[in-house]
Every structure is written in C-alpha cells, then in structure tokens.
C-alpha cells in the first residue's frame, strides 16, 4: 500500500486485482474492494469516518488518472489506472470461467435488468445470482437483516455494488463479515454498461480529463464534486510529495 493524503492506495493492475477478487471469492472470504478517485480521497480527507472506512478497504485500487501520478511520483513508475468499470469487466470474465455466482446490488430496477442482459450476452455461462435495486432511503434493520440473508441465500460470490461514493464503500464496510461475497464498489458502471450513460472517451480517460467529459453531461449534479474537490486535492497533493502533509 501506497499513502496518498493519508488514503492508503494498492499499487496494482487489472490483472492483479482482479485475480485477488477470485482467489477471495474461492476462498469464501466476506471481503470489500473500493475504487478510489480524487472525490473519495477528498471524502476521506473531509471525514475522519470515512477515511477510516476507505483504510480498512481490503483493496483499494487507483482508479482516477491524479492517483497514478500520485503513485508513480512515489516510487511506482509503471503505475496504470484500475478503473472501476473497466474492473468489473476483467472480474465477471474470470467469474464466468470459474463458475463462480456474482450478484449486483444498487441502481434503478431498469437499469439492473439492461446490465443482467447484456452482461449475459457478453460472457456466456456466467451465473447471475442475485439483483437488487435497493430504495433511495436507508434500510431499517429488518430491511437490512433480509437483504444479507438474501444475498448469503443466492449463492453469489462476488457481489458488485453500484450505490455511488460514499455511500457504497459505507455499506461494503457496514457488510463485510455479514455477507458471504466479495463486495466490489464500482460506481456509476452499472449505468455505463447498461448504456444509460456515456463514458468519456479513451484519449480523455488518459489524459485525465474523465471528469471534464462527466461534468458537461451531469453539470447540476458533479458540478460540486469537480470544481470544488480538485483544485484542493491539487493542494493537498503538493504538500504530501513535499513532505508537508500532516
């Protein structure tokens, strides 16, 4: 693990974290993986909980470009983006080879279903255990206690959670040791991949410009996110090369 602003970051790749999910999900291991950009950083840097929260991660992979920098500026040269999206993909290929159950758990019900469709499609034999399209509001403790018994009924191993930072590595962190899976938070892919929102293309994702591209298609809701976040994760990324970060 690497510390950048204190969050404590995996030098890994597609690959790598992808196998570690599979050989958690074989081993029956209750275990959670976060996906970390500038905005959860700054979550993390703005509430001790969460910081706390993102640190006990079992996993956390860099998945915003200013974290690769940040990681190869610190020793890692040959650093890559792990990003969520992208790692769901790599994790439900190898589920489908080795016959493991994955569930999905968050967004919209049309969503869920779209996503099950095309995921189906693109990796034949993978086995869709569980599908939950939780409310917007918090769960109370019977809610809560019929949803783990669910999921642990279904058979998943791996379960994907697309509820949005920070709400998502909460929930993994308030579910670890309760659920029988390996959760992997993975943000806004549930709507990428059932094509209700667009990804920024490559050439910006490379460049760092994926939260440009995010903000010009969800201004009212990212605005906040973006333009007040990063010039301070800027900041604070200067003091912690420098030593000064405290």
């Not at 840097?45 to 500026?73: C, K, Y």
């Not at 910006?204 to 990063?230: A, H």
Request: net charge positive; aromatic share 10%; proline share 6%.
């Amino acid at each position: 693990m690497t510390s950048i602003i204190k969050v404590n970051v995996a030098p890994t790749s597609f690959k790598l974290a992808s196998e570690q999910v599979v050989a958690w999900a074989q081993n029956l291991e209750s275990r959670y993986v976060c996906v970390a950009n500038v905005h959860a950083l700054m979550e993390a840097h703005d509430s001790p909980e969460f910081m706390q929260v993102l640190n006990q991660a079992d996993m956390v992979t860099p998945d915003g470009m200013p974290l690769i920098w940040m990681l190869r500026l610190k020793g890692h040269r040959g650093q890559t983006r792990v990003y969520g999206p992208t790692l769901m993909l790599y994790v439900l290929e190898k589920a489908a080879l080795e016959n493991l159950p994955v569930g999905f758990y968050g967004g919209k019900p049309e969503i869920l279903n779209t996503l099950i469709q095309k995921m189906s499609a693109a990796y034949p034999g993978l086995q869709i255990a569980y599908s939950f399209s939780p409310p917007y509001r918090e769960s109370d403790s019977a809610e809560d206690a019929k949803i783990v018994e669910r999921i642990n009924d279904s058979g998943a191993r791996i379960l994907f959670v697309g509820l949005g930072c920070p709400k998502q590595e909460k929930w993994m962190a308030a579910h670890r040791g309760k659920t029988n899976v390996v959760m992997v938070g993975v943000g806004a892919a549930f709507d990428f991949h059932a094509g209700a929102v667009a990804q920024s293309p490559e050439w910006m994702q490379k460049i760092g410009l994926e939260w440009l591209f995010r903000l010009m298609v969800e201004p009212r809701r990212l605005w906040r996110r973006y333009l007040y976040n990063n010039p301070r994760f800027i900041f604070l990324a200067i003091l912690d090369l420098l030593g000064l970060f405290r």
